[in-house]
């Protein structure tokens, strides 16, 4: 008796627990998900950089854009499917915000874009303030087959209040309808129906005696629970519902006689001209030290422009290393991607003109737990990134890492 009892205190607990977590607050959230992605998903498919965010504060009714550029690195992971067909995606919690547009390469998204491998875009996409509170925003490039490849996120905060919120647009035939409401009765009249009907059918099959119907299952005479009154009805519901889906599109093309479907096209978008590049560079061989958290490469680079060069930057999976030696080359924390920490090079002198150089690059670094980027726990111990490299003048050059093996070292283990 004492057990039972005790049992039922407990699973009365773990109800009052459970409905706690869900009646609890819902208005924050606290990660958006993007680790739970393999490493070489996040550092060997696509690489956002440039991102810039309109700002991190706005009211109810504002409009928030975010520009930037990516590239679909040159060598895809084979354990992914390269399809190019892709939609520029904005995430956020529920609809907190409302999409006014995006662009790749300036071509509205108005469907589906086939871009192809190795290419740099431009994108831009608008958004509007919809809902206050507090709330983690992003872009990401969703491809068929491939799925989300997430790029970078802030927090934002929005004031004000949802009261009043509108959505005014003008359709082709020169009205202008609010879609914050527009057809709301209508969508909760048909679903309600709808519902209706389909609890009438539940209702009929689920409203008999069950035990002795699966006896006579079990007794091989399944036939016998269908009558002939049984058939009368399913085709009644049949041809009502067939009736009420006509009876409500003769009534709906009567009221909006000018419609279009809904388009389903792809459109081819070209990258952009590929950018001056006054280096060469390849990895020759690279390295992962477990306890010291730290990715090392040697990098070949030969300057074949007229301007010494240096390496500033390495970026992989929305985290950025900086080689602050280069004067200016310093963290902000307005960036939108991960702080990686310092990019160490050897030797640290810039690469002359002409000059073919071995540099060995040196990240030691948390966030390559943090961000779950140990590519050793995968069977595809690679990894990639983009290298940029400056000239005095500020020029770039951007190289991409697509396909580096990557030695782990675990250090020194007592048998």
């Known amino acids: 008796m004492r057990k039972r009892v005790m049992r039922m205190m407990g699973r009365a607990g773990a109800l009052a627990l459970l409905g706690m977590i869900l009646a609890g607050p819902t208005n924050r959230l606290w990660a958006l998900g ?25 009211k109810v009714g504002d409009e928030m854009t975010v520009t930037g550029k990516f ?9 992914i499917a390269f399809t190019g067909i892709s939609w520029l995606n904005f995430f956020v919690p529920g609809p907190q915000f ?5 662009w790749i390469n300036g071509r509205f998204m108005s469907c589906s874009q086939l871009l192809e491998l190795g290419g740099t875009y431009e994108y831009k996409t608008i958004t509007r303030a919809r809902y206050p509170g507090h709330w983690p925003v992003g872009v990401m490039l969703s491809m068929k087959d491939a799925g989300p490849l997430i790029g970078p996120s802030i927090y934002v905060d929005v004031d004000g209040s949802h009261e009043g919120f509108t959505n005014p647009i003008k359709t082709l035939l020169g009205n202008t309808v609010n879609l914050e409401d527009y057809g709301e009765s209508r969508m909760l009249m048909w679903t309600l129906v709808t519902t209706l009907i389909g609890i009438a059918w539940l209702g009929f099959w689920l409203g ?10 079990a007794a091989g005479r399944a036939k016998e629970l269908i009558s002939g009154a049984d058939k009368t009805v399913a085709v009644f519901f049949a041809l009502g519902t067939i009736g009420l889906v006509a009876v409500a599109n003769v009534m709906t093309a009567s009221q909006f006689p000018h419609t ?7 459109i081819r978008n070209q990258p952009l001209p590929p950018e001056p590049s006054r280096v060469e560079a390849k990895v020759l061989d690279a390295t992962y030290d477990v306890p010291s958290r730290t990715l090392a490469f040697r990098l070949e680079v030969h300057n074949t422009g007229d301007r010494p060069l240096v390496l500033k930057e390495f970026t992989t999976a929305n985290v950025r290393f900086l080689n602050e030696q280069v004067p200016g080359n310093a963290w902000n924390p307005d960036f939108p991607e991960v702080y990686g920490g310092a990019m ?3 030797p640290s002198e810039p690469v002359a003109p002409g000059e073919t150089k071995v540099l060995e690059v040196v990240m030691a670094s948390a966030e390559w737990e943090n961000q779950r980027l140990t590519m050793y ?11 940029f490299f400056s000239d005095p003048t500020g020029a770039r050059s951007i190289i991409a890492v697509a396909d580096q093996l990557v030695i782990p070292k675990f250090g020194v283990t007592q048998m």
């Open 208 to 217: 008999r005696p069950f035990t002795t119907r699966l006896g006579v299952v």
């Open 377 to 387: 726990h995968e069977t595809t111990n690679r990894f990639g990134g983009l290298l």
């Open 34 to 58: 993007e680790k739970s992605q393999e490493a070489f998903l996040r550092m060997r498919t696509v690489i956002f950089y440039d991102t810039q965010f309109s700002g991190r504060k706005f």
């Open 260 to 266: 279009i479907p809904i388009q389903e096209t792809i």
């Open 344 to 346: 160490k090079i050897t």
């Open 71 to 79: 590239q679909l690195l040159p060598i895809w992971p084979k354990e």
């Open 98 to 102: 409302l999409r006014v547009g995006s």
